[in-house]
């Protein structure tokens, strides 16, 4: 199981989430069959979603839908995170998940180059509760999704964030994968603020720490230059977990309207649909067709 946890640094002034998701982006790769591009790109975004499931989203079944749209090849990426507990449950999606780019130059794989630099990120949080909707826009940096990330915490939620995303992969999969997220509380000093700078510049980054080995309490206070780091919490979880069925493909099927519907029946005589999140296959025969037909 992949390590997630939270610490408090500078007496509470600073909180981190490290977490560690091989098994994770493994996960996705083998459901997508990814590529090494791809694999890249969506273990960074799924890393990041999932961890926004562990510290924005404070109720179970509330949720968080967030959607990437730049204008590189791997197309628009979808997240769609709940809560329950200790656990971020995320399904996601890649429009082109066939992508394969060559490496950069500097031998790193090419994640802004399969993003695009222009197009959005929107973050989409819903609330079962209140039955309330946040909608956040923000306009991509670079496409790499570390930066893309930081400028809409820092931009929508007004909460000065350092984001750091990474995942090492070859042609037989995940080697590593995991971040981490520092948020800076209203009262952290400019000292304090200068020592996580001073710390930052000089550490690994996140593919090398874990590559290395390094647990995640060595990687907390190796990015904060903080010694005296406090564990919150070391039982959180990030999992991938499709909530889809027969029930829910056929409200979609009801929703394309008789005239579509009855046009697969006459044509096709059965049909095939295939979960975007997970790629489960749901065959729908003539009849079961003709029965839905009726509740439109």
């Not at 399969?114 to 197009?119: E, I």
């Not at 915490?153 to 990474?166: D, I, M, N």
């Not at 997970?278 to 839905?292: P, T």
């Amino acid at each position: 199981m992949d390590k997630i946890e939270k610490y408090l640094a500078y007496n509470g002034k600073v909180s981190l989430i490290c977490a560690n998701t091989k098994n994770l982006v493994e996960e996705i790769r083998k459901i997508h069959d990814l590529t090494p591009t791809t694999t890249a790109t969506m273990g960074r975004f799924a890393t990041v979603c999932g961890m926004m499931g562990l510290t924005s989203i404070k109720e179970n079944d509330d949720s968080i839908t967030v959607q990437l749209k730049g204008t590189g090849p791997c197309g628009i990426l979808v997240a769609v995170v709940k809560r329950e507990n200790n656990i971020s449950k995320i399904k996601t999606y890649m429009q082109n998940p066939l992508v394969e780019l060559p490496l950069k130059p500097n031998g790193k794989i090419d994640v802004g180059g399969a993003v695009g630099n222009t197009g959005y990120l929107n973050v989409i949080k819903q609330s079962d509760i209140t039955d309330s909707e946040y909608n956040g826009l923000v306009p991509l940096v670079s496409g790499e999704i570390a930066e893309d990330f930081t400028e809409y915490f820092a931009t929508s939620e007004q909460k000065p964030t350092v984001l750091a995303l990474g995942v090492l992969v070859n042609k037989d999969g995940v080697q590593e994968s995991g971040g981490y997220m520092i948020n800076l509380m209203p009262d952290a000093t400019e000292e304090e603020i200068s020592k996580i700078e001073e710390a930052l510049n000089k550490a690994p980054s996140i593919s090398e720490l874990l590559s290395q080995e390094k647990s995640l309490n060595e990687i907390a206070k190796i990015v904060t230059g903080d010694d005296n780091i406090k564990l919150l919490e070391d039982d959180l979880e990030i999992k991938f977990d499709c909530d889809c069925s027969k029930q829910k493909i056929e409200k979609g099927l009801i929703s394309i309207g008789k005239e579509d519907l009855n046009e697969i029946i006459e044509e096709d005589g059965k049909a095939e649909i295939v979960c975007q999140f997970c790629n489960k296959k749901y065959d729908f025969s003539k009849e079961e067709l003709e029965e839905i037909l009726k509740k439109i």
